[in-house]
């Protein structure tokens, strides 16, 4: 009597075995190319790192055929439009790609997604609808900054630093803070300058205006600027309020300095550059049978509390930034997440 | 009758003359495609296919169109080093206008070629170099682009879409293009007489002013031409990937230069060849390809094409110097 159920999991668990053998199976003989149109910085590097760590073992563990890094030459639309359509031609079942332009790729996106090629797009995205885009949720990370800072400081004065002008990145995080500030009315904007997510330009953009700012308890920002800010307020001998890092080396090494001296608190956040690994297992799930796959997923950005942060600055290469890569497990329950919506 | 039968005769001696160091000087351009070509069967058999080819050539029209482009202004002894920025701001004026209201959308593109009339007109009645006047507009060009589409997108009209994406019947669209482009411009500026008066004006100012033709107007037809043609690059360009984005065509500036002189043509002395412009560009075109599907680092990528071009361009030399050196001007 007593054996039934045994048999009854015993044969769950071989079919659920032979369930994930199966779906492993479907993408063994499957190539997935990655179109990146820029790799000249710190992030681009991390990213492609990531990239290349999780890919790396995927093929070694037989889940796809391959997995080719291709980087366009110059930052031209049309040369990565070109090379796009030579993938096609390579036959790869799918493309990862960073866009240098979120529209003027849609020709080359179409012929593709016609092929039968699925494409994800993450960080620079593509609007074609046929394609798949891994988008960051930068509204809720701006507003995060706010309610953060809201844990610890009882309000007052706020300088912002926005990003690079014009792009849809410093437009997500802004209109986030400005919501973040809208429901914490305790804090105010006295003022805000541009950084360009850059320290020395928010340095120095800092510098300019900081003669003529009243009390300052806290600085909301998009990352790459704090250690700048710091600087700027250090330079002009005035006592650094709370600024929201952004994931830098060194950011947070001077956040952990500030921490042994006196034990300034704050929070850091920022897109993980690993969110190539996401797309490239998002990819990779599609091409399984998963057409359910919403066309536009959301996924959480990188943050690190009081707690944890130290943790991570010592995974971090000096002049680097924090990243994580996505295990496939991971990856699909950032799928699932989104499912819920 | 026989005057003219007379005259024949001659230039049937002249060219044999000069026959094995022309025709090798023509098939120069046309044996380098022949090897990227060959290059890419091998590679990816593939991808020479109906489908294939599509693929591959059809970023190659507005490439081939901006060459034509830089050609007429390289006919006249000038450089326009503004082509590849107009290509970009042409793209955004189709994208925005073209598509809401094509009235004013061809009312500014026809204002774009009248300016490219009067830069000729410019550069030669002021005597300024076009390396001056294109530079300078180069960053009007590109400034006026940002202006009409500060953020990458618009759309590109559906008709102009339809023409790129054409399927025809046995043959490639690109090719088709090509074949034709290359037809009609060879028969405009190769075959009729004044495209020789307006070659003429290159090669011998001199002798074509004191023969009563007017320079001033070879030079603007040049560049009308010209803009034109960096008009018809742009719209195709957006036909392809139906949406602008104001640095688009910046890349074109060097390739449509590259494209001329690997197609046989010289930066002095009106020698040009329309058929051999259009392969250069095609071939250019396919040199990406091929370095793509041989796998070479993106780092390499540039290099590599250079390399093709001083290639293409020894061997060139070579054949000039080999062969006799009387009557080298066609």
């Not at chain 1, 800072?149 to 004065?157: F, M, R």
């Not at chain 1, 650094?240 to 704050?266: C, F, H, S, V």
Request: a neutral charge.
């Amino acid at each position: 009597m007593n054996k039934t159920p045994c048999v009854a999991a015993l044969l769950a668990a071989v079919t659920s075995v032979a369930l994930i053998g199966s779906a492993h199976a479907d993408t063994k003989s499957m190539r997935i190319a990655f179109s990146n149109n820029y790799a000249g910085n710190s992030w681009r590097q991390a990213m492609l790192k990531s990239y290349d760590i999780v890919t790396k073992k995927a093929v070694a563990d037989g889940i796809v055929a391959a997995a080719d890094v291709f980087t366009t030459a110059d930052k031209e639309v049309p040369t990565q439009a070109a090379q796009i359509q030579n993938l096609i031609l390579q036959g790869y079942n799918a493309i990862v790609i960073n866009a240098s332009s979120p529209d003027a790729l849609n020709g080359a996106i179409k012929q593709a997604t016609d092929a039968g090629i699925v494409v994800v797009s993450f960080d620079g995205i593509v609007t074609e609808p046929s394609a798949w885009r891994v988008v960051v949720d930068f509204k809720d990370y701006g507003k995060q900054e706010v309610v953060q800072l809201a844990k610890w400081v009882k309000g007052g004065n706020l300088l912002e630093i926005r990003g690079l002008a014009g792009t849809s990145i410093d437009d997500a995080i802004h209109s986030g803070i400005a919501e973040g500030v809208k429901e914490h009315p305790e804090f105010k904007i006295v003022n805000s300058v541009e950084g360009d997510w850059d320290q020395t330009t928010a340095q120095k953009a800092i510098a300019t205006v900081l003669p003529s700012l009243p009390e300052i308890v806290g600085i909301v920002d998009q990352g790459g600027d704090g250690y700048g800010a710091a600087q700027a307020f250090a330079a002009a001998g005035r006592k650094e309020p709370t600024i929201i890092m952004g994931n830098r080396q060194d950011e947070l090494e001077w956040w952990k300095e500030q921490k042994a001296k006196n034990g300034y608190t704050t929070w850091s956040a920022s897109i993980a550059p690993g969110v190539s690994t996401l797309a490239f297992w998002v990819a990779q799930q599609i091409l399984d049978g998963h057409k359910d796959i919403p066309h536009d997923l959301l996924v959480p950005y990188l943050s690190f509390d009081q707690d944890n942060f130290e943790a991570a600055l010592a995974t971090i290469p000096k002049g680097g930034v924090a990243s994580h890569e996505y295990t496939l497990e991971e990856a699909k329950q950032a799928i699932a997440n989104n499912l819920k919506h | 009758m026989t005057s003219l039968a007379g005259a024949s005769t001659l230039r049937a001696v002249v060219a044999e003359v000069n026959t094995p160091r022309r025709i090798l000087r023509a098939i120069l351009p046309a044996l380098s495609l022949a090897l990227v070509v060959a290059g890419i069967a091998w590679f990816n058999p593939r991808a020479i296919s109906y489908f294939g080819i599509n693929l591959m050539l059809n970023l190659g029209i507005p490439v081939v169109l901006a060459t034509i482009a830089q050609m007429f202004v390289i006919t006249v002894n000038e450089l326009d080093l503004s082509i590849g920025n107009f290509v970009s701001f042409v793209g955004c004026v189709a994208a925005i206008w073209l598509r809401e209201n094509p009235v004013l959308g061809v009312v500014i593109l026809i204002g774009c070629i009248g300016l490219y009339a009067l830069m000729g007109a410019v550069i030669y009645l002021r005597n300024v170099p076009s390396i001056v006047v294109t530079l300078g507009m180069l960053f009007v060009w590109q400034g006026l682009a940002v202006l009409v589409l500060p953020r990458p997108g618009g759309k590109a009209p559906a008709w102009l879409h339809d023409i790129m994406n054409l399927r025809t019947p046995y043959v490639p669209f690109p090719i088709v293009a090509a074949v034709v482009i290359a037809a009609v411009v060879h028969f405009g500026i190769m075959q009729s007489s004044y495209g020789a008066i307006l070659r003429g004006s290159g090669g011998n100012p001199n002798a074509i002013g004191r023969a009563g033709w007017s320079l001033l107007r070879t030079k603007v037809v040049m560049f009308l031409l010209a803009g034109i043609f960096g008009v018809l690059s742009g719209l195709s360009l957006i036909g392809l990937t139906t949406s602008a984005d104001a640095n688009i065509g910046k890349g074109y500036t060097l390739l449509s230069i590259a494209g001329v002189i690997l197609g046989g043509g010289e930066f002095v002395g009106g020698r040009v060849s329309p058929i051999g412009a259009v392969i250069g560009a095609l071939t250019l075109t396919l040199a990406g390809t091929l370095l793509n599907f041989m796998r070479i680092s993106p780092d390499w990528q540039v290099g590599a094409e250079g390399a093709i071009l001083i290639i293409v361009l020894a061997a060139r030399a070579l054949i000039n110097r080999a062969g006799p050196g009387v009557l080298s001007h066609k």
